[in-house]
């Protein structure tokens, strides 16, 4: 059951944009709006796959003016702790 789940969270990681919106949310508070790269279709498909593997949390406020934004929660700071090191790990291969 394990390997499904880590099947699964890699294949994730492997769709576009993933780790580009990751990366966005952990540079601090990221709104919808940030997520330009990516075809709308493609941004809501992959929050709601990072919201779902509890890597990222989605805050909204309610006062004057509504305000919402995303966050990476701990799970999700390791996991691009990870993808910066392996970012490493190949661009030094790359490049000896």
Known sequence: MADK?????YKILGLTATVEILKSIEKGKT??????FASVSTVNT???QLLDLN??????????????WYTL??????????IKYL?????????P
């Not at 929660?73 to 990870?82: A, I, L």
């Open 55 to 68: 890597f990222i949390e989605h805050h909204i406020v309610k006062e004057d003016k509504r305000k919402e």
């Open 5 to 9: 789940r880590l099947s699964e969270v």
């Open 31 to 36: 709104q919808y709006r940030d997520f330009n």
């Open 87 to 95: 970012d490493k790990a190949v661009l030094e291969q790359c490049n």
């Open 46 to 48: 992959r929050i709601r």
């Open 73 to 82: 929660t701990e799970k999700g700071k390791k996991v691009v702790k990870g």
